[in-house]
C-alpha cells in the first residue's frame, strides 16, 4: 500500500490554510519594491520600539531553550488581566492554543460547532481531530453568528464551540448580554472558546471581556493573541485563560517550547507600552472611518466591522479586482474559502498605504 494511503483521512481531507500573500513573493514576481500588504490583518504600525529593544537583547540567548512555564509573561499578564498565573496557556500564536483546545476535547466521536464564515481554523483543527464540524448558518443580515442557530446544533455528542467575537472575516461582534445568556445554556460539560483576537481593537460599550465571566462558567476558555495590536505576529505568541483545571490539561498538550525565546520577550515588553497600544487603536478607527467613507462614497457595500479589516463586496468581478490591485502592487485577501467569493477583505493600512489603495482602486475599478 502507499504511504500516502495510510495517512488518516481526515487529515488526506484537510484544505491546506491559504494564508496572505508574502510582499517579497509579489515583489519578486513583479520586479518591484513597494508593494503593500492589507491581506493579514497585521498592525502597518509594526511594533513598540520596547519591543525591538527586547529581542535584541534576547537575541544574545538563542542558543538556549526558552522558558518553557514563560513565567515571566505569565507574570505580567495575571497582573494586567486580573487571573492566575495558573490559569494561563500560553500558545505559538493564538491559532495554536486553538489547535490545544480541540485536542483536548475532540475525537472522532465527538462534535464541534461554530458558525458558517467563522475563522477558518475552527474546522480545520476540528477536522484534524477526526471530529465532526456541526456548521451553524449565520444571521441573514451580515453573516454574523446565530447564537440560537449555534444552540439548537448542541446534542450530547457536542464537545466544543468555538465563538470567533469579533469574528474574521466577517468583522462581526457580538454584545455582553447575547453572549452571556448563550454561554449560560450551553451545557458546563461542553467547552465554549471565545475568541478574542481583535479584542482590543474594538470600541463598542456592549462588547464584553469574556474573561471577566471566568468564574461564572467553568466550561469558558478565552483565546487572545499579540498577532493584531501588539504587532507581533511574525513571531508567533498568543495565549488562553481559563480555569486552572483546564489549563493544566492544555499543558499536558501543549510541546513543551511552544513559545519562542525572542516572542516570550517580545510579548513582555509589548505589554510594557500602553501607548503604542493606543496609538495603535486610534490610527485604526481613523483608518477604518476613512475606508468606510470612501466606499460609502462608491455604494460599495461592506460588512460594518469592528476589527482592523474591512470585507467588501466587490460582486462576480471580486477576483479580477484582486488580481488587478496585485498587478499594482496592492495585496488584499479573496475569501472564497469562507464561501465568500464576492467579497475581498482588506485590512487596515497606514494612511499612506489607505491613500495608495483608494488610488489604485480607483484605476482598477
Ligand atoms: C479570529 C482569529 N482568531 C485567531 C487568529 C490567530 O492569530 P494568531 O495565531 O496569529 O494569534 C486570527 C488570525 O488572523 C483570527 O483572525
Not at 250 to 258: E, L, M, T
Request: proline share 4%; with cysteine; net charge negative.
Amino acid at each position: 500500500m502507499p504511504i500516502i494511503d495510510t495517512a488518516l483521512v481526515q487529515i488526506k481531507q484537510l484544505h491546506p490554510y491559504t494564508p496572505g500573500k508574502p510582499v517579497e513573493e509579489l515583489e519578486r514576481e513583479l520586479g518591484i519594491s513597494n508593494a503593500i500588504k492589507l491581506a493579514s490583518n497585521e498592525n502597518p504600525l509594526g511594533c513598540s520600539p520596547l519591543v525591538e529593544q527586547a529581542v535584541a537583547r534576547a537575541s544574545g540567548q538563542i542558543g538556549l531553550y526558552p522558558d518553557a512555564n514563560a513565567y515571566y509573561l505569565k507574570q505580567r499578564l495575571a497582573r494586567k488581566l486580573g487571573i492566575e498565573e495558573n490559569q494561563i496557556t500560553i500558545g505559538n500564536g493564538s491559532n495554536d492554543v486553538l489547535d490545544l483546545v480541540a485536542r483536548t476535547f475532540l475525537d472522532a466521536g465527538g462534535e464541534a460547532i461554530y458558525s458558517e464564515y467563522a475563522f477558518l481554523v475552527y474546522a480545520l483543527v476540528t477536522q484534524a481531530c477526526g471530529a465532526t464540524a456541526r456548521v451553524s448558518k449565520a444571521s441573514t443580515q451580515n453573516y454574523a453568528h446565530d447564537l440560537d442557530a449555534m444552540l439548537a446544533l448542541v446534542n450530547d455528542k457536542t464537545r466544543l464551540i468555538f465563538i470567533a467575537n469579533p469574528n474574521n472575516p466577517t468583522g462581526t461582534w457580538l454584545g455582553a448580554d447575547a453572549l452571556n445568556t448563550f454561554v449560560r445554556q450551553v451545557p458546563d460539560h461542553i467547552a465554549v472558546v471565545i475568541d478574542e483576537a481583535y479584542f482590543e481593537y474594538v470600541d463598542r460599550d456592549e462588547y464584553p471581556d469574556a474573561m471577566g465571566w471566568l468564574g461564572e462558567f467553568p466550561n469558558l476558555i478565552v483565546t487572545r493573541t499579540f498577532s493584531k495590536i501588539y504587532g507581533l505576529a511574525g513571531l508567533r505568541i498568543g495565549y488562553a485563560v481559563s480555569s486552572a483545571e483546564l489549563c493544566d490539561l492544555f499543558n499536558r498538550v501543549r510541546q513543551p517550547f511552544n513559545g519562542n525565546s525572542l516572542a516570550l520577550a517580545a510579548a513582555c515588553a509589548a505589554l510594557e507600552d500602553e501607548q503604542f497600544v493606543q496609538q495603535s487603536f486610534q490610527a485604526n478607527q481613523r483608518g477604518l472611518l476613512l475606508m468606510q467613507d470612501w466606499f460609502d462614497d462608491r455604494d460599495i457595500d461592506y460588512i460594518p466591522s469592528v476589527g482592523n479589516f474591512l470585507t467588501l463586496r466587490f460582486g462576480e468581478s471580486s477576483q479580477q479586482i484582486y488580481q488587478a490591485m496585485l498587478q499594482r502592487g496592492v495585496i488584499t485577501r479573496p475569501v472564497a474559502n469562507y464561501n465568500m467569493a464576492e467579497y475581498l477583505r482588506i485590512s487596515v493600512g497606514t494612511e499612506s498605504q489607505i491613500e495608495r489603495l483608494f488610488e489604485v482602486l480607483e484605476s482598477v475599478l
